[in-house]
C-alpha cells in the first residue's frame, strides 16, 4: 500500500509516520511537510515545500491508496484567526482536494472533540467547516478522527495542555460513563486507529471519536 501523509511534524503525525514505516503493508511512504522529519528509511519519499497554497505543481506526487492528514496548529501558535483558518482550513482542503485529483480512495483526517459549526468556539467552527469541506469533495471513503486531549511528547512546550494533562492522571477516575469522551487519548493510540481503518470495509463517511480510541 502507498500512503501520502500531511502533518508528518507534529505529534500524531510523526507518531504515525513511526507506524507506518514499520509496517509491512505500506511499501512506500510520500511525506510533504515544511522542514524534514528526521526519520530515514528506504521507504520514506520527503517532499519539503514552502507553502502548500497550491499544490497543482506536486499532484502528480501524491497518487497513492491512502492521504493521512494530521495537518493542525493553534490561534497562538498561527498568531490569528485568519492564520489559523488559512492553515487548518484552507491547507486541509487542498490537500483533500489534491487526493480527489489524484483518485487517492481514501482520506483520513484528525480533527478535533467537539468540532461544530454552531459551536461559540471559533477553534471548534473551522474544525467542523473543514470536516464538511472534505466530506464535499466526494473522496471515496472518509475517515475523521476527533481526539480529546493528546498525550505525547512534543517539540514545543504547552503551558495550559501540560497543566490539563496533569489534571486528567491525577483525575483519571472522573474519565466515565458519560465523561469518558474527554478522556486524553495517547498519540500511538490515534495514529494506530488511523491505520486500522485503512483495512475497514466501508465506503462513504466514518467519524471515530475519541472514546473509542482510548484504551479501555
Known sequence: MRAVVTGATGLIGKELLRQLLSDDRFERIVVFARRSTGLISSKLEEHLLVSFDDMRPYYHYMRGDVMFCALGTTIKKAGSQENFRKADYGYVLNFALAAKAMEVKHFVLVSSIGANSNSKSFYLR???????????????KITILRPSMLLGKREEFRAGE???????????????????KFKPVKDSEVAGRMISECFADYSGVKIIETEEM???
Open 126 to 140: 473551522v474544525k467542523a467547516e473543514t470536516e464538511n469541506a472534505v466530506i464535499n469533495t466526494g473522496i471515496e
Open 214 to 216: 482510548s484504551a479501555k
Open 162 to 180: 501540560r497543566a490539563g494533562i496533569l489534571f486528567a492522571r491525577v483525575f483519571s477516575f472522573l474519565f466515565r460513563g458519560v465523561f469518558r
